[in-house]
């Protein structure tokens, strides 16, 4: 994306939901330019000891997203662990399908906490720190479904729309301190959150798990593939460069041209 070669030495950068997926690809990718990590995220201890030796020997902070307490918690070790916050990924989120006269309202409180609450307590207390440094960049982990919906997912889309608009205010606000506010919205990216929900997209559409995969998942991609977690991760690197300073409020589409239909 640039022919510069690009180096974060020196920068400090704070990646949410990171022992999996699509965060662990982007706390590599910037660990890899130089950046100095921390991820959260959940797993067990072998899978927490792998990510953080995936990610250059990056710290790790166990705070649950829902949790405000926990944040303000992850926020204030960040700070006096890496010495501050110049990169901060808001990217941890879950899934959960049904139709909305079943939708679980305990579902429907932790989906809106972890996917989108969650981003805007570590942006209020990370862009004092970018402020000041005259230099940040928060990049959020958004979707297609923030720009379009899916039957079922009632509560993952009203959080990802949300996310996007908080974006978009945010960057407003801090635009002239050096520091950009952006989404990357993926569609389908083969991880763990996807192989989890199509048991359940199964049940709710009455399909079979190839019908699902192709029928429902690949049907809404024109390029009938899915994303790879490495073409996210690029993708949050570059926002990260200098050639990136004038991207800020942009919902970046990687969805195989789903949302051009
Ligand atoms: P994943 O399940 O592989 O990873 C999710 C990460 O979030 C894990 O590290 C997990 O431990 C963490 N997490 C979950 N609940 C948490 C909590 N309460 N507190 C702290 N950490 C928590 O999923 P993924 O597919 O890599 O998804 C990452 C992000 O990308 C999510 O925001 C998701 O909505 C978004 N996304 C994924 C896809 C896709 O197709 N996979 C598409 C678009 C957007």
């Known amino acids: 994306m640039t022919a510069d070669p690009m180096t974060l030495a020196g920068k400090r950068a704070l990646i949410t939901g990171a022992t999996s997926g699509i965060g662990l690809a982007i706390a590599k990718a910037l660990a890899g330019a ?24 990056a710290l790790h902070h166990g705070a649950d997203m829902s949790r405000p307490d926990e944040i303000e918690a992850m926020m204030a070790t960040a700070i006096a662990e890496l010495g501050g916050v110049d990169i901060l990924v808001n990217n941890a989120g879950i899934q959960f399908v049904a139709p909305v006269e079943e939708f679980p309202a305990a579902k429907w409180d932790a989906i809106l906490a972890i996917n989108l609450s969650s981003a805007f307590h570590t942006t209020r207390l990370a862009v004092p720190g970018m402020k000041a440094a005259g230099w940040g960049r928060i990049i959020n982990t958004a979707s297609a479904h923030s720009l379009v919906a899916s039957p079922f997912k009632s509560a993952y889309v009203a959080a990802k729309h949300g996310l996007a608009g908080f974006t978009k205010s945010v960057a407003l606000e801090v635009a002239t301190h050096g520091v950009t506010v952006n989404c990357i919205s993926p569609g389908y990216v083969w991880t763990p959150l996807v192989e989890r929900q199509i048991p359940d997209t199964m049940a709710a559409r009455g399909l079979s798990r190839e019908q699902v995969i192709e029928d429902v998942l690949l049907k809404a991609q024109p390029t009938r593939q899915f994303v790879t977690v490495s073409q996210v991760a690029q993708t949050a690197l570059f926002l990260c460069s200098d050639a990136a300073s004038q991207i800020t409020g942009a919902n970046i589409s990687m969805d195989g041209g789903w949302t051009a239909a």
């Not at 995220?41 to 990610?55: L, P």
């Open 34 to 57: 130089g950046a100095r990590v921390m991820i959260n995220g959940f797993g067990d201890a072998d899978q927490i000891a792998a990510a953080r030796a995936e990610a250059g020997g």
